[in-house]
């Protein structure tokens, strides 16, 4: 059993946790910074087994030009783009209504609206690079206890071994009882909303197009995949997923066919369903001297707009910067100088997305009809209006703030 010392210690390796592991290496080498890494959930780079860990599930997500550029930065774009399916048009549209906007990579002159990648394929690029760099592995181990002492955080692993880090990065997914020791409060806010994910195979070539019909039980998201496969995130509310999730296939394809229509031609299989409980998470505090939250456990996203990874790698990507302008200067990880850099560069951005993504929620969730008459307006409006339908795609886009 060993008690260490490290100037940064990240506790979660998953999309979050891995990707800071991934952007902190230049700034750990430049200024001979040691890291490390807890993950609780064991590891592989086999894809048999990557489906166990928590954070890359069957779940794909959708990327945003902003975040391809990152990945690029941190170099493992290129093995990402492997799986990386691009998004050329969108295509929004409500059930019973005659309101459809559509949202174009052409008209915008970029190559893709964004792209969709597996999780468990992001995954593994993730942690292929992160065990080729020189930083403390401990996986799998969990971080069971954390307590404050001068100059950082005392960290109790489960694998027996103690940690003392100058910073601590909680990137836990806010699920571990962590924040909640440290006496961070979260506001939370159910949308007694369940997310049902699973994969699909479509009849007919998908020619990267994007759907997000919204129904009256909430947004149906189908996304493009590799080959003739798409990805589903069908919202229900709380407790109806359940009769979905025990359907076999059969039923299951027939039932989201008479919801979605036809529009993407004929579901003919589906892979493993999986239900995610949606709520609006905010932790009420990102940093505290020697601490800074990030992804999940900072903020949790309903998942119609796509935003919760795209926010949170941005996030990643601040604070290596404030920890670039800081250190030179002599300021230490932990130095509430950094960290008020890093808060200050975060706040306007999570305020607009997470304004952004629970505004659509509210307003596609409320049944008034004056209310469904503005929204298909609003469709309409965007598809007519050309300027204000850009800034909603450059936004979902991850270009604009
Ligand atoms: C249905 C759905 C669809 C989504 N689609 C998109 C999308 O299209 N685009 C997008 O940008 N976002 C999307 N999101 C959001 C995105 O999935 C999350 O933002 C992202 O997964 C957050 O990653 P994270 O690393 O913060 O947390 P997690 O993925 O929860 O990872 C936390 C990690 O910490 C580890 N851990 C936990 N406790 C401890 C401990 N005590 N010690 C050590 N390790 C620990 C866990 O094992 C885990 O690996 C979606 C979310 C959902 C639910």
């Avoid at 890291?35 to 860990?53: G, H, K, M, N």
């Avoid at 799986?83 to 174009?104: F, Y």
């Amino acid at each position: 059993m060993q008690s260490r010392r490290v100037d940064i210690a990240i506790i979660g390796g998953g999309l979050v946790g891995a990707s800071l592991g991934v952007a902190l290496a230049p700034a750990a080498a430049r200024h001979g910074l040691e890291v490390a890494v807890i993950e609780a959930a064991p590891l592989s780079v086999e894809p048999a087994s990557v489906d166990y860990q928590p954070s890359f599930d069957a779940r794909a997500s959708a990327i945003a030009q902003g975040s391809r550029q990152h990945f690029e930065h941190l170099g493992v774009w290129s093995a990402i783009a492997r799986e990386a399916e691009p998004i050329r048009r969108i295509h929004v549209s409500e059930r019973g209504r005659l309101g459809v906007t559509r949202l174009s990579a052409d008209e915008l002159h970029v190559e893709a609206l964004g792209y969709v990648i597996p999780n468990a394929w992001m995954g593994r690029v993730l942690h292929e690079r992160l065990s080729a760099l020189p930083l403390h592995w401990h996986c799998p181990a969990k971080v069971e206890d954390i307590a404050a002492m001068p100059g950082g955080y005392h960290l109790q692993l489960s694998d027996g071994n103690r940690l003392e880090a100058g910073l601590t990065v909680l990137a836990d997914g806010g699920r571990s009882g962590l924040k909640e020791r440290l006496g961070i409060a979260s506001r939370e806010a159910s949308y007694s909303q369940v997310a049902l994910i699973a994969n699909l195979e479509v009849s007919r070539p998908h020619r990267g197009m994007a759907y997000e019909r919204f129904t009256d039980e909430g947004p149906i998201a189908l996304l493009p995949l590799t080959g003739n496969r798409m990805a589903l995130i069908w919202t229900h509310h709380a407790g109806e997923e359940r009769a979905r999730l025990a359907l076999d296939d059969g039923d299951f394809l027939d039932e989201l066919q008479r919801a979605f229509g036809d529009r993407a031609g004929r579901f003919r299989r589906v892979g493993e369903r999986h239900a995610y409980p949606l709520s609006l998470i905010t932790a009420e505090e990102q940093v505290r001297p020697g601490l800074a939250v990030l992804g999940n456990a900072a903020h949790a996203l309903h998942p119609v707009a796509g935003q919760g990874f795209n926010l949170a790698l941005r996030g990643v990507m601040d604070l290596v910067a404030a920890l670039e302008a800081g250190l030179p200067n002599g300021q230490s990880p932990g130095d509430m100088a950094v960290l008020g850099d890093f808060e200050r560069r975060r706040e306007g951005d999570r305020h607009n997305v997470i304004r952004f993504s629970d505004g659509l929620i509210r307003l596609f969730g409320i049944d008034h009809p004056l209310l469904s008459h503005a929204r298909a307006a609003g469709l309409v409006g965007l598809n007519l209006v050309g300027p204000l339908r850009r800034t909603l795609a450059r936004r979902a886009m991850g270009m604009e703030r």
